[in-house]
């Protein structure tokens, strides 16, 4: 064979053999870690993690036992709290959301 030849041979076994490993895509971003919890996470989603329905029941007690829990659940503290009339006020909010913004933010507390 004329070196051009082995050349030629060279490059096409490369771009064959090897362009599947070229062609490989960079591996999958690791998950993104999930938004810190706070006073506009669904109440649904507090409930759902025990270290943050601990913080609802301490700073709003019976607010998870509510009789309309299961029309205001989806809702988030910020929107809810108005429509309470009072009963939860902005230093409960305030102080839900420091307790929350204190839990730890590994996996194992979510």
């Given amino acids: 064979m004329h070196p051009i030849r ?7 076994a490369v771009t064959l053999g090897g362009g599947a490993a070229l062609a490989q895509s960079a591996p999958p971003p690791a998950p993104a870690a999930p938004p810190p919890l706070s006073i506009d996470t669904p109440i649904e989603v507090l409930v ?12 709003i007690p019976g607010l998870t036992e509510h009789p309309m829990y299961d029309r205001f659940k989806g809702e988030n503290l910020r929107t809810l709290a108005p429509k309470f009339g009072g009963a939860i ?3 409960d909010v305030a102080k839900v959301q ?6 730890p933010t590994t996996v194992s507390s979510r």
Wanted: proline residues 4%; negative net charge.
């Fill in 89 to 91: 006020s902005d230093k």
């Fill in 48 to 59: 759902s993690i025990p270290t943050a329905k601990a913080v609802l029941d301490a700073d």
């Fill in 98 to 103: 420091a307790d929350l913004a204190a839990l």
């Fill in 6 to 12: 082995h050349l030629a041979a060279a490059v096409i």
